[in-house]
């Protein structure tokens, strides 16, 4: 089937502006991450969903992120109040266990900038 | 806190020779898991290869393999016979047996030259 896929691919913001990014992971899989990725950077753990439920959202930088994922399948991370620090790429990876190391499958991620 | 380093922040090597990419983290944990990651130019990130903590024996997948040096925190990964199409960024993460989360080195950019 498919591989998880993430929309926009680009998104261009001015600064204040609020943002959402979706993720639509493999289907039947039961985990799903946010990491953010700065340009020349490593990803940065955002977020982890098991189901519906949000088990960590430790990475999350500010009460200006929020993460949700209400049906246990597609993924919103939405950025209100946008700064220029916050322009990054925004990948989204899902695997198919739960309470074990399985193996992650990325998206291609969501390029932000913010002017 | 976990930390991953990447020494190498750019590395090359000519077609068909051997290439050593270096990792080191730092973890108080004992059980754990650790992965390389390859980032082609513009495309998605993939799994290379995985080592469980608890495991002696090194991973290895096709021309992949690793160096896992437990008591020195070190996880290297050796690449033979590279290809073109190996080109890309490789990232090294560590993840807790219990976690979600997973820590990445901020990555080796590799070139492989004709």
């Known amino acids: 089937g498919a591989g998880v896929s993430q929309s926009p691919r680009y998104k261009v913001a001015k600064r204040g502006q609020d943002v959402a990014l979706r993720c639509d992971p493999i289907?039947?899989?039961?985990?799903l991450f946010w990491y953010q990725q700065a340009l020349g950077q490593g990803p940065e753990f955002l977020t982890y969903?098991?189901?519906?439920?949000?088990?960590?959202k430790s990475g999350l930088p500010s009460d200006r992120f929020f993460a949700e994922r209400p049906e246990g399948s597609v993924s919103t991370l939405k950025i209100q109040r946008t700064q220029q620090e916050d322009s990054a790429v925004y990948l989204c990876?899902?695997?198919?266990?739960?309470?074990?190391?399985?193996?992650?499958?990325f998206g291609p991620g969501t390029r932000l900038t913010v002017l | 806190a976990q930390t991953v380093t990447q020494s190498q922040p750019e590395m090359s090597v000519q077609e068909a020779e051997t290439v050593t990419l270096s990792c080191t983290y730092d973890?108080?944990?004992?059980?754990?898991?650790l992965f390389w990651y390859k980032q082609p130019p513009s495309r998605q990130m993939i799994l290379v290869i995985r080592?469980?903590?608890?495991?002696?024996q090194n991973a290895t997948e096709n021309r992949f393999s690793v160096n896992f040096q437990k008591a020195a925190k070190s996880f290297s990964l050796k690449i033979s016979d590279s290809q073109l199409g190996d080109t890309a960024m490789y990232f090294c993460?560590?993840?807790?047996?219990?976690?979600?989360?997973?820590?990445f080195g901020d990555g080796t950019t590799l070139t492989v030259k004709p």
């Open positions: 990876a899902s695997s198919l266990l739960a309470g074990e190391i399985d193996t992650q499958y």
């Open positions: 289907s039947g899989h039961v985990s």
């Open positions: 969903f098991q189901n519906e439920a949000q088990l960590d």
């Open positions: 973890t108080s944990e004992s059980n754990y898991y």
């Open positions: 080592q469980e903590a608890y495991k002696q």
């Open positions: 993460a560590f993840r807790n047996t219990n976690a979600g989360k997973s820590t």
